[in-house]
Protein backbone atom coordinates (compact mmCIF):
# COMPACT_ATOMS: atom_id res chain seq x y z
CA UNK A 1 0.00 0.00 0.00
CA UNK A 2 1.83 2.87 -0.65
CA UNK A 3 1.71 5.73 1.93
CA UNK A 4 -0.42 8.76 2.73
CA UNK A 5 1.02 12.13 1.52
CA UNK A 6 1.32 15.03 3.82
CA UNK A 7 2.22 18.53 3.44
CA UNK A 8 4.57 19.83 6.28
CA UNK A 9 5.19 23.58 6.63
CA UNK A 10 9.02 23.33 7.57
CA UNK A 11 11.02 26.58 8.34
CA UNK A 12 14.41 24.53 9.53
CA UNK A 13 13.98 25.40 13.34
CA UNK A 14 13.79 23.07 15.87
CA UNK A 15 9.94 23.08 16.43
CA UNK A 16 8.90 22.51 12.26
CA UNK A 17 12.19 20.23 12.38
CA UNK A 18 10.42 17.63 15.40
CA UNK A 19 6.98 18.04 13.35
CA UNK A 20 8.10 16.21 10.19
CA UNK A 21 9.62 13.82 12.26
CA UNK A 22 6.03 12.72 13.88
CA UNK A 23 4.75 12.72 10.90
CA UNK A 24 7.54 10.15 9.23
CA UNK A 25 7.13 8.35 12.23
CA UNK A 26 3.10 8.29 12.09
CA UNK A 27 3.68 6.75 8.56
CA UNK A 28 3.49 9.77 6.16
CA UNK A 29 5.06 10.32 2.74
CA UNK A 30 6.42 13.94 4.10
CA UNK A 31 6.23 16.96 1.39
CA UNK A 32 7.96 19.78 3.03
CA UNK A 33 7.10 23.26 2.30
CA UNK A 34 8.71 26.04 3.12
CA UNK A 35 9.10 29.75 2.52
CA UNK A 36 11.08 32.77 0.75
CA UNK A 37 9.35 35.60 2.60
CA UNK A 38 11.43 38.49 3.19
CA UNK A 39 12.80 37.00 6.32
CA UNK A 40 16.03 39.40 7.23
CA UNK A 41 18.46 35.95 6.77
CA UNK A 42 18.33 32.99 4.35
CA UNK A 43 19.76 30.57 7.13
CA UNK A 44 16.92 28.82 8.26
CA UNK A 45 16.22 28.12 4.50
CA UNK A 46 19.81 26.53 4.39
CA UNK A 47 18.58 24.59 7.41
CA UNK A 48 15.42 23.43 6.03
CA UNK A 49 17.46 22.01 3.83
CA UNK A 50 19.85 19.85 6.10
CA UNK A 51 16.75 18.84 7.80
CA UNK A 52 15.23 17.70 4.11
CA UNK A 53 18.39 15.61 3.48
CA UNK A 54 18.98 14.30 6.66
CA UNK A 55 14.96 13.14 6.86
CA UNK A 56 15.20 11.59 3.24
CA UNK A 57 12.05 14.19 2.77
CA UNK A 58 11.70 13.32 -1.14
CA UNK A 59 9.68 16.46 -2.41
CA UNK A 60 10.84 19.67 -0.70
CA UNK A 61 8.81 22.82 -2.47
CA UNK A 62 10.73 26.88 -1.39
CA UNK A 63 7.55 29.53 -2.41
CA UNK A 64 8.99 32.53 -2.95
CA UNK A 65 6.31 35.72 -1.70
CA UNK A 66 7.60 38.79 -0.36
CA UNK A 67 5.56 39.53 2.93
CA UNK A 68 7.67 42.61 3.28
CA UNK A 69 4.93 44.47 0.55
CA UNK A 70 2.69 45.09 3.56
CA UNK A 71 5.53 45.77 6.16
CA UNK A 72 4.48 45.33 9.71
CA UNK A 73 6.92 43.02 11.79
CA UNK A 74 9.99 43.12 13.00
CA UNK A 75 10.79 39.85 11.05
CA UNK A 76 10.65 41.41 7.77
CA UNK A 77 11.22 45.04 8.16
CA UNK A 78 13.64 47.32 9.76
CA UNK A 79 12.08 47.79 13.45
CA UNK A 80 15.13 45.77 15.39
CA UNK A 81 14.26 42.28 16.79
CA UNK A 82 13.50 42.32 20.69
CA UNK A 83 16.44 41.01 22.72
CA UNK A 84 17.13 39.87 26.59
CA UNK A 85 13.45 39.53 27.55
CA UNK A 86 12.91 38.74 31.00
CA UNK A 87 11.64 34.49 31.06
CA UNK A 88 8.59 36.16 32.29
CA UNK A 89 7.58 38.40 29.70
CA UNK A 90 7.55 35.79 26.70
CA UNK A 91 4.72 35.00 25.34
CA UNK A 92 2.44 38.07 27.64
CA UNK A 93 2.27 40.36 24.70
CA UNK A 94 1.98 40.08 20.89
CA UNK A 95 5.70 40.14 20.20
CA UNK A 96 7.74 42.59 17.21
CA UNK A 97 8.78 39.71 15.76
CA UNK A 98 4.90 38.39 14.88
CA UNK A 99 4.36 38.56 11.33
CA UNK A 100 0.79 39.42 10.22
CA UNK A 101 -1.20 36.43 9.44
CA UNK A 102 1.90 34.62 8.57
CA UNK A 103 0.29 31.25 9.41
CA UNK A 104 -2.40 31.85 7.76
CA UNK A 105 -0.36 32.51 4.42
CA UNK A 106 1.80 29.67 5.03
CA UNK A 107 -1.63 27.22 5.85
CA UNK A 108 -3.53 28.66 2.76
CA UNK A 109 -0.56 27.65 0.42
CA UNK A 110 -0.16 23.96 1.77
CA UNK A 111 -3.80 23.61 1.62
CA UNK A 112 -4.01 24.22 -2.18
CA UNK A 113 -0.82 22.09 -2.21
CA UNK A 114 -2.09 19.09 -0.58
CA UNK A 115 -5.55 19.65 -2.93
CA UNK A 116 -3.19 19.24 -6.24
CA UNK A 117 -1.38 16.17 -4.52
CA UNK A 118 -5.02 14.60 -3.07
CA UNK A 119 -3.41 14.64 0.24
CA UNK A 120 -5.95 15.16 3.51
CA UNK A 121 -3.07 15.72 5.63
CA UNK A 122 -1.12 18.95 6.89
CA UNK A 123 1.03 19.42 9.69
CA UNK A 124 2.21 22.74 11.40
CA UNK A 125 4.92 22.98 14.73
CA UNK A 126 2.65 26.09 16.30
CA UNK A 127 3.04 25.73 19.77
CA UNK A 128 0.69 27.69 21.98
CA UNK A 129 2.64 27.05 25.38
CA UNK A 130 5.75 29.29 24.99
CA UNK A 131 4.38 31.19 22.36
CA UNK A 132 1.10 32.30 22.82
CA UNK A 133 1.61 35.97 22.00
CA UNK A 134 1.21 35.07 18.58
CA UNK A 135 -2.80 34.86 18.17
CA UNK A 136 -2.01 32.45 15.09
CA UNK A 137 -0.45 30.04 17.52
CA UNK A 138 -3.22 28.93 19.71
CA UNK A 139 -5.05 25.39 19.33
CA UNK A 140 -8.99 27.38 18.50
CA UNK A 141 -7.38 29.50 15.58
CA UNK A 142 -6.20 25.81 14.36
CA UNK A 143 -8.87 24.45 14.58
CA UNK A 144 -10.86 27.31 12.86
CA UNK A 145 -8.55 27.36 10.04
CA UNK A 146 -9.16 23.40 9.75
CA UNK A 147 -13.13 23.76 9.61
CA UNK A 148 -12.54 26.52 6.75
CA UNK A 149 -10.18 24.25 4.59
CA UNK A 150 -12.75 21.73 5.21
CA UNK A 151 -15.52 24.03 3.27
CA UNK A 152 -12.92 25.98 0.82
CA UNK A 153 -11.59 22.71 -1.02
CA UNK A 154 -12.94 19.77 -3.15
CA UNK A 155 -12.75 17.87 -0.15
CA UNK A 156 -15.47 19.74 1.41
CA UNK A 157 -17.37 19.40 -1.72
CA UNK A 158 -16.58 15.71 -2.35
CA UNK A 159 -16.80 14.49 1.35
CA UNK A 160 -13.11 14.29 2.04
CA UNK A 161 -11.65 15.56 4.69
CA UNK A 162 -8.79 18.10 5.40
CA UNK A 163 -6.80 17.58 8.57
CA UNK A 164 -4.46 20.14 10.09
CA UNK A 165 -2.43 18.37 12.25
CA UNK A 166 -0.23 20.53 15.27
CA UNK A 167 1.37 17.79 17.22
CA UNK A 168 3.15 20.32 19.48
CA UNK A 169 0.74 22.59 20.22
CA UNK A 170 0.38 22.05 23.74
CA UNK A 171 3.99 21.03 24.52
CA UNK A 172 6.81 23.20 26.74
CA UNK A 173 9.80 23.53 24.32
CA UNK A 174 11.46 21.00 26.89
CA UNK A 175 8.94 18.12 25.64
CA UNK A 176 9.69 19.21 22.29
CA UNK A 177 13.49 18.66 22.43
CA UNK A 178 12.82 15.19 24.39
CA UNK A 179 10.56 14.41 21.35
CA UNK A 180 12.98 15.15 19.01
CA UNK A 181 15.55 12.96 20.14
CA UNK A 182 13.39 10.46 21.43
CA UNK A 183 12.65 10.22 17.30
CA UNK A 184 16.83 10.40 16.42
CA UNK A 185 16.73 14.05 15.61
CA UNK A 186 20.19 15.93 15.50
CA UNK A 187 18.93 19.72 16.55
CA UNK A 188 22.57 20.87 15.35
CA UNK A 189 21.07 21.04 11.65
CA UNK A 190 18.11 23.12 12.88
CA UNK A 191 18.20 27.34 13.30
CA UNK A 192 16.07 28.88 15.44
CA UNK A 193 17.42 32.28 15.92
CA UNK A 194 15.87 35.37 14.35
CA UNK A 195 19.02 37.27 14.28
CA UNK A 196 22.02 35.23 13.40
CA UNK A 197 25.76 36.35 12.91
CA UNK A 198 26.94 36.15 9.59
CA UNK A 199 28.29 33.24 10.05
CA UNK A 200 25.23 31.72 11.30
CA UNK A 201 26.10 31.98 15.19
CA UNK A 202 23.12 32.09 17.34
CA UNK A 203 22.37 35.50 19.07
CA UNK A 204 21.60 33.77 22.16
CA UNK A 205 19.58 36.76 23.08
CA UNK A 206 16.43 36.87 20.72
CA UNK A 207 12.98 35.39 22.54
CA UNK A 208 13.80 32.51 19.95
CA UNK A 209 16.92 31.94 21.18
CA UNK A 210 15.71 32.20 24.76
CA UNK A 211 13.03 29.80 24.79
CA UNK A 212 15.34 27.22 23.08
CA UNK A 213 17.64 27.32 25.48
CA UNK A 214 15.32 27.12 28.44
CA UNK A 215 14.11 24.22 26.32
CA UNK A 216 17.51 22.16 26.39
CA UNK A 217 18.06 23.52 30.01
CA UNK A 218 15.09 22.08 31.47
CA UNK A 219 15.16 19.02 29.34
CA UNK A 220 18.83 18.91 31.11
CA UNK A 221 20.58 18.06 27.54
CA UNK A 222 23.17 20.31 26.14
CA UNK A 223 22.15 22.50 23.37
CA UNK A 224 23.88 21.64 19.86
CA UNK A 225 23.32 24.69 18.14
CA UNK A 226 26.46 27.14 17.77
CA UNK A 227 26.18 30.68 19.67
CA UNK A 228 28.00 33.92 19.75
CA UNK A 229 30.83 33.53 21.50
CA UNK A 230 30.44 36.14 24.10
CA UNK A 231 27.67 34.38 25.10
CA UNK A 232 28.84 30.69 24.95
CA UNK B 1 -12.79 62.31 10.00
CA UNK B 2 -10.28 59.95 8.07
CA UNK B 3 -11.89 57.45 5.68
CA UNK B 4 -11.91 53.94 7.13
CA UNK B 5 -9.51 51.78 5.21
CA UNK B 6 -10.81 48.75 3.45
CA UNK B 7 -9.05 45.73 1.19
CA UNK B 8 -10.72 45.01 -1.85
CA UNK B 9 -9.34 41.92 -3.62
CA UNK B 10 -9.01 43.46 -7.08
CA UNK B 11 -8.38 41.00 -10.40
CA UNK B 12 -9.63 43.47 -12.83
CA UNK B 13 -12.75 41.45 -13.96
CA UNK B 14 -16.00 42.41 -13.91
CA UNK B 15 -16.88 41.03 -10.25
CA UNK B 16 -14.32 42.52 -8.21
CA UNK B 17 -14.36 45.76 -10.27
CA UNK B 18 -17.89 46.60 -9.05
CA UNK B 19 -16.64 44.82 -5.36
CA UNK B 20 -14.04 47.79 -5.45
CA UNK B 21 -17.05 50.15 -6.40
CA UNK B 22 -19.51 49.04 -3.32
CA UNK B 23 -17.00 49.31 -1.07
CA UNK B 24 -16.29 53.05 -2.09
CA UNK B 25 -20.07 53.43 -2.38
CA UNK B 26 -19.75 52.46 1.37
CA UNK B 27 -17.33 54.97 2.27
CA UNK B 28 -14.21 53.14 2.52
CA UNK B 29 -10.78 54.20 1.25
CA UNK B 30 -10.18 51.21 -1.13
CA UNK B 31 -7.01 49.36 -0.73
CA UNK B 32 -6.64 47.19 -3.87
CA UNK B 33 -4.90 44.15 -3.94
CA UNK B 34 -3.69 41.62 -6.58
CA UNK B 35 -2.04 39.20 -7.81
CA UNK B 36 0.58 37.88 -10.69
CA UNK B 37 -0.01 34.30 -9.28
CA UNK B 38 1.21 32.38 -12.86
CA UNK B 39 -1.77 32.95 -14.44
CA UNK B 40 -2.16 32.35 -18.46
CA UNK B 41 -1.91 36.08 -19.29
CA UNK B 42 -1.29 39.62 -17.93
CA UNK B 43 -4.34 41.35 -19.66
CA UNK B 44 -6.41 41.40 -16.18
CA UNK B 45 -3.34 43.24 -14.58
CA UNK B 46 -3.67 45.76 -17.42
CA UNK B 47 -7.46 45.83 -16.32
CA UNK B 48 -6.46 46.07 -12.66
CA UNK B 49 -4.84 48.79 -13.11
CA UNK B 50 -7.07 50.30 -15.60
CA UNK B 51 -9.86 50.27 -12.65
CA UNK B 52 -7.33 51.29 -10.00
CA UNK B 53 -6.77 54.48 -12.12
CA UNK B 54 -10.47 54.99 -12.93
CA UNK B 55 -11.85 54.74 -9.61
CA UNK B 56 -9.06 56.75 -7.77
CA UNK B 57 -7.71 54.23 -5.84
CA UNK B 58 -4.84 55.28 -3.82
CA UNK B 59 -2.95 52.38 -2.75
CA UNK B 60 -2.57 48.82 -5.08
CA UNK B 61 -0.32 46.44 -4.18
CA UNK B 62 0.57 43.63 -6.82
CA UNK B 63 2.06 40.60 -5.35
CA UNK B 64 3.76 37.65 -7.06
CA UNK B 65 3.08 34.58 -6.11
CA UNK B 66 4.01 31.46 -8.02
CA UNK B 67 0.77 29.31 -7.42
CA UNK B 68 2.65 26.99 -10.83
CA UNK B 69 5.16 25.39 -8.40
CA UNK B 70 2.01 22.93 -7.50
CA UNK B 71 0.45 22.65 -10.81
CA UNK B 72 -3.35 21.37 -10.53
CA UNK B 73 -5.72 24.16 -13.02
CA UNK B 74 -6.64 25.01 -16.04
CA UNK B 75 -5.96 28.82 -15.41
CA UNK B 76 -1.84 28.32 -14.00
CA UNK B 77 -0.99 25.14 -15.45
CA UNK B 78 -1.12 23.43 -19.24
CA UNK B 79 -4.73 21.96 -19.74
CA UNK B 80 -6.54 23.58 -21.92
CA UNK B 81 -9.60 26.09 -20.77
CA UNK B 82 -12.84 24.55 -21.24
CA UNK B 83 -14.77 26.21 -23.77
CA UNK B 84 -18.42 26.26 -25.01
CA UNK B 85 -20.03 24.40 -21.54
CA UNK B 86 -24.38 24.36 -22.06
CA UNK B 87 -25.28 26.72 -19.71
CA UNK B 88 -26.81 24.23 -17.84
CA UNK B 89 -23.84 22.36 -16.66
CA UNK B 90 -21.55 25.79 -15.60
CA UNK B 91 -21.60 25.14 -11.74
CA UNK B 92 -22.80 22.20 -11.77
CA UNK B 93 -18.99 20.45 -11.19
CA UNK B 94 -15.67 21.95 -10.10
CA UNK B 95 -14.52 22.99 -13.38
CA UNK B 96 -11.03 22.42 -14.88
CA UNK B 97 -10.30 26.29 -14.17
CA UNK B 98 -10.92 26.15 -10.15
CA UNK B 99 -7.20 27.02 -8.53
CA UNK B 100 -6.82 25.09 -5.50
CA UNK B 101 -7.36 27.29 -2.35
CA UNK B 102 -7.17 30.34 -4.25
CA UNK B 103 -9.32 32.53 -2.27
CA UNK B 104 -8.17 30.87 0.45
CA UNK B 105 -4.36 32.47 -0.54
CA UNK B 106 -6.02 35.64 -1.61
CA UNK B 107 -8.23 36.48 1.30
CA UNK B 108 -4.77 35.18 3.72
CA UNK B 109 -2.90 37.99 1.86
CA UNK B 110 -5.11 40.53 2.42
CA UNK B 111 -5.69 39.35 6.17
CA UNK B 112 -2.26 40.44 6.51
CA UNK B 113 -2.45 43.15 4.70
CA UNK B 114 -5.44 44.70 6.43
CA UNK B 115 -3.61 43.88 9.80
CA UNK B 116 -0.57 46.45 9.10
CA UNK B 117 -2.97 48.97 7.87
CA UNK B 118 -5.26 48.64 10.91
CA UNK B 119 -8.38 47.90 8.63
CA UNK B 120 -11.11 46.04 9.59
CA UNK B 121 -12.63 45.38 6.22
CA UNK B 122 -11.80 43.43 3.63
CA UNK B 123 -13.88 42.63 0.49
CA UNK B 124 -14.53 39.86 -2.03
CA UNK B 125 -16.07 39.69 -5.21
CA UNK B 126 -16.72 36.05 -4.53
CA UNK B 127 -19.65 35.08 -6.28
CA UNK B 128 -22.00 31.92 -5.64
CA UNK B 129 -24.84 31.83 -7.85
CA UNK B 130 -23.23 31.78 -11.32
CA UNK B 131 -20.21 30.23 -9.76
CA UNK B 132 -21.58 27.32 -7.28
CA UNK B 133 -18.71 24.79 -8.70
CA UNK B 134 -16.26 26.84 -6.93
CA UNK B 135 -16.09 25.44 -3.37
CA UNK B 136 -14.57 29.02 -2.19
CA UNK B 137 -17.36 30.82 -3.59
CA UNK B 138 -20.27 29.59 -1.16
CA UNK B 139 -21.40 31.83 1.75
CA UNK B 140 -20.50 29.08 4.07
CA UNK B 141 -16.55 29.28 3.26
CA UNK B 142 -16.57 33.53 3.39
CA UNK B 143 -18.49 32.75 6.90
CA UNK B 144 -16.06 29.98 8.29
CA UNK B 145 -12.58 32.58 6.65
CA UNK B 146 -13.97 35.38 8.78
CA UNK B 147 -14.12 33.28 11.75
CA UNK B 148 -10.40 31.60 11.29
CA UNK B 149 -9.36 35.30 11.03
CA UNK B 150 -10.39 36.59 13.65
CA UNK B 151 -8.71 34.56 15.77
CA UNK B 152 -5.60 34.69 13.36
CA UNK B 153 -4.73 38.20 13.97
CA UNK B 154 -4.43 41.06 17.14
CA UNK B 155 -8.01 42.01 16.01
CA UNK B 156 -9.07 38.74 17.80
CA UNK B 157 -6.77 39.06 20.96
CA UNK B 158 -7.32 42.43 21.32
CA UNK B 159 -10.79 42.49 20.62
CA UNK B 160 -11.32 44.19 17.05
CA UNK B 161 -12.90 42.46 14.40
CA UNK B 162 -12.65 41.41 10.97
CA UNK B 163 -15.29 41.81 8.40
CA UNK B 164 -15.31 39.74 5.14
CA UNK B 165 -17.67 41.36 2.98
CA UNK B 166 -18.63 39.33 -0.35
CA UNK B 167 -21.63 42.05 -1.39
CA UNK B 168 -22.04 40.01 -4.92
CA UNK B 169 -22.35 36.80 -2.79
CA UNK B 170 -26.06 36.26 -3.71
CA UNK B 171 -26.56 38.37 -6.73
CA UNK B 172 -26.85 36.79 -10.12
CA UNK B 173 -24.86 37.97 -12.85
CA UNK B 174 -27.48 40.19 -14.38
CA UNK B 175 -27.40 41.79 -11.45
CA UNK B 176 -23.75 42.32 -10.56
CA UNK B 177 -24.18 44.40 -13.93
CA UNK B 178 -27.25 46.45 -12.85
CA UNK B 179 -25.15 46.95 -10.17
CA UNK B 180 -21.97 48.30 -11.50
CA UNK B 181 -24.09 50.36 -13.86
CA UNK B 182 -25.55 51.94 -11.11
CA UNK B 183 -22.30 52.68 -9.52
CA UNK B 184 -21.36 54.45 -12.64
CA UNK B 185 -19.07 51.57 -13.73
CA UNK B 186 -17.50 51.42 -17.31
CA UNK B 187 -17.09 47.74 -17.76
CA UNK B 188 -15.18 48.34 -20.73
CA UNK B 189 -12.54 48.73 -18.30
CA UNK B 190 -12.78 44.44 -16.90
CA UNK B 191 -11.15 41.58 -18.12
CA UNK B 192 -13.31 39.02 -17.66
CA UNK B 193 -11.83 35.77 -20.10
CA UNK B 194 -10.04 33.14 -19.51
CA UNK B 195 -8.51 32.48 -22.99
CA UNK B 196 -8.00 36.42 -24.68
CA UNK B 197 -6.18 36.68 -27.85
CA UNK B 198 -3.38 38.15 -27.57
CA UNK B 199 -4.33 41.37 -28.87
CA UNK B 200 -7.24 41.23 -26.09
CA UNK B 201 -10.01 40.49 -27.25
CA UNK B 202 -12.08 37.92 -25.53
CA UNK B 203 -13.16 34.73 -26.56
CA UNK B 204 -16.63 34.40 -26.26
CA UNK B 205 -16.54 30.79 -25.47
CA UNK B 206 -15.17 29.72 -21.62
CA UNK B 207 -17.10 29.64 -18.56
CA UNK B 208 -16.74 33.05 -17.21
CA UNK B 209 -17.35 34.82 -21.12
CA UNK B 210 -20.41 32.78 -21.10
CA UNK B 211 -21.66 34.05 -18.01
CA UNK B 212 -21.14 37.90 -18.37
CA UNK B 213 -22.18 37.36 -21.90
CA UNK B 214 -25.64 35.75 -20.16
CA UNK B 215 -25.64 38.55 -17.54
CA UNK B 216 -25.24 41.23 -19.97
CA UNK B 217 -28.04 40.11 -22.03
CA UNK B 218 -30.24 39.42 -19.02
CA UNK B 219 -29.94 42.64 -18.00
CA UNK B 220 -30.69 44.05 -21.72
CA UNK B 221 -27.56 45.81 -21.95
CA UNK B 222 -24.88 45.64 -24.85
CA UNK B 223 -21.67 44.42 -23.10
CA UNK B 224 -18.87 47.23 -23.84
CA UNK B 225 -15.97 44.32 -24.20
CA UNK B 226 -14.06 43.52 -27.52
CA UNK B 227 -14.47 39.54 -28.27
CA UNK B 228 -12.91 38.14 -31.43
CA UNK B 229 -14.32 38.65 -34.62
CA UNK B 230 -15.18 35.41 -35.58
CA UNK B 231 -18.11 35.60 -32.45
CA UNK B 232 -19.03 39.19 -32.73
Redesign the interface.
Known sequence: MPQSKAVVLLSGGMDSTTTAAIAQSRGFDVHALSFRYGQRHALELEAARRVVERLGIRRH?T?????R????SALTGDTPVPKDTPAERIGQD?PAT????????F???A???A??LGAGDIFIGANALDYSGY??C?P??IS??E???N????A???GGRVIIHAPLIALSKRDIVLQGLALGLDFELTSTCYDPAPDGAACGRCDACLLRLKGFREAGIADPARYQAALA
Do not use: C, H, K, Q
Not at 69 to 72: D, I, L, S, Y
Not at 151 to 154: I, Y
Open positions: VLDIDLAFGGIYVPARNTILSFLSWEVPDREYAFRMALATRGVE
